[in-house]
């Protein structure tokens, strides 16, 4: 019996010993043999599609600075992230989906907020709900917690997230909701979606458990694409509205709460406050260190499919005023998807600009002078960039897009260097694709080898031989 067992340890040893590749964590080195018997293992079914990076964010608190992003790596929709400490990165990390499996969820619009001792938070949809996360530095990514509650139809679902943090644990989420809508009966005073709102402790990970509806209108109008921005106890919200134009017209709207978003004031009309049939979409929103809050938007020459430009206006404690547009792109040149931070260095906006073509987006900011914008490109490379996102704190500002100068669309970032924005640089490394596969089944027929699996590449659990 004894010597049965020790022939069974013996194999299974045997066996991991051909089976982990070399050069691996577990110490052998590359050059070390396999077992007596064993070929070198290799990957049966490499992906050899490019992995793909999309959908940045950035957060910075004191001298750190964390960016994220949604990365294909693994086939299914995972969210990775970079930390800085001063102008050092760090590693990148996997955030979600830590012990994989085959029921995974997809993982989609992330949002950061990190505090100034290094510990972050992210939130995303799964397409469902709205998921939380904690970072610690000692102790890397926690699992998710549900931040939403009460989504209990199949149509209601939660998306676009947004986070700002107190940087001592206590956070307020902002996010799309859709449990207002009646599918079955567009008739019945279906809604579309709404922004709603929690509080949640990030030092327990738990989160209020009720959620609140920020949007104060009665109408059938759908609210959209909130962003959240955080100072001390003043917390402001800001989306796309379309409760006086309709869906062909939106404008943008705000709130404020004072107390760390336990209580919150009435909405407010941000773009076109005297009326007009012009479009305003992409809204942001930031307080600067003074106390000072700005809002910036792409603003349409009409309907939705008309050109956009960016426009800015400042909260003078009862209405948005001062409204000018950003941008120096010539008449019908698109400029969309405005992020917007506040610092010590000054209040900037970024955009995505098309002055340069159509299939040639660039990335284009401004920054405040006290009066005016003055504008400055920061990445006019061949190809595409996108999607920018900014955060700023003390003297830092960093902006981070979407770039497809090398060939894949991967994440870049910048920093600004006191007059001018410094080279942008690669922030994800060029990882290969690895999709899950699992579940293997062989047989052999007519001098013929045959594998089955079970592979994730697609997104979704498919067999493959």
Not at 105 to 133: K, N, W
Request: glycine share 10%.
């Amino acid at each position: 019996m004894h010597r049965r067992l020790l022939c069974q340890i013996s194999l299974v040893f045997a066996l991991l010993a051909g089976l982990l590749p070399a050069g691996r964590a577990d110490g052998r080195s590359a050059d070390m043999p396999v077992a007596p018997g064993w070929t070198v293992p290799a990957p049966l079914a490499p992906d050899a599609r490019p992995s793909l990076q999309s959908e940045p964010v950035v957060a910075i608190a004191g001298d750190r600075t964390i960016a994220g992003w949604v990365d294909s790596r693994n086939a299914v929709p995972d969210l990775y992230a970079l930390a800085w400490v001063g102008e050092q990165p760090g590693v990148e990390t996997r955030v979600t989906h830590l012990s994989p499996h085959f029921d995974a969820g997809s993982t989609f619009q992330p949002a950061f907020a990190v505090e100034p001792g290094g510990r972050a938070f992210a939130v995303y949809t799964d397409s469902e709900q709205i998921q939380l996360v904690r970072y610690d530095p000692a102790g890397g990514w926690s699992e998710p917690v549900q931040v939403t509650q009460g989504l209990d139809g199949w149509h209601a679902v939660a998306r676009a997230p947004q986070i700002a943090s107190d940087g001592v644990g206590n956070l307020v989420v902002v996010w799309e909701d859709y449990r207002n809508d009646v599918p079955d009966n567009d008739w019945a005073g279906s809604r579309g979606s709404d922004i709603y709102a929690t509080r949640c402790n990030g030092n327990t990970l738990t989160c209020a458990g009720s959620n609140v509806k920020l949007n104060d209108d009665t109408t059938r109008g759908s609210q959209r694409s909130p962003r959240l921005s955080r100072r001390g106890s003043q917390v402001a919200a800001i989306w796309e509205d379309e409760r006086a134009a309709g869906a062909e017209a939106p404008q943008v709207y705000a709130v404020i709460s004072p107390d760390g978003g336990q209580t919150w004031a009435a909405n407010v009309r941000v773009s076109n406050p005297a009326g007009g049939g012009d479009s305003a979409t992409a809204p942001a929103i930031a307080f600067a260190p003074d106390g000072a809050l700005f809002a910036a938007w792409a603003q349409h020459n009409g309907g939705l499919t008309q050109p956009a430009d960016i426009y800015a206006a400042r909260w003078n404690g009862a209405a948005w005023a001062n409204q000018q547009r950003i941008d120096a792109a010539p008449p019908r040149v698109r400029a969309v998807l405005p992020a917007l931070a506040a610092g010590d260095a000054g209040v900037f906006v970024a955009w995505q600009d098309y002055r340069a073509g159509a299939n040639n987006a660039d990335i284009y900011a401004a920054r405040w002078n006290g009066s005016g914008w003055d504008e400055a490109p920061v990445a006019t490379q061949p190809g595409m960039q996108s999607r920018p996102a900014l955060a700023a704190a003390g003297a830092r500002v960093r902006l981070v897009w979407q770039d497809t100068r090398g060939g894949n669309q991967d994440i870049f970032a910048a920093t600004w260097q006191g007059s001018a924005w410094s080279d942008g640089v690669a922030v994800n490394t060029d990882a290969t694709r690895s999709p899950a596969q699992m579940a293997p089944t062989a047989a052999s027929f007519a001098g013929t080898n045959y594998v089955v699996y079970l592979d994730e590449r697609r997104g979704y659990p498919d067999l493959w031989l």
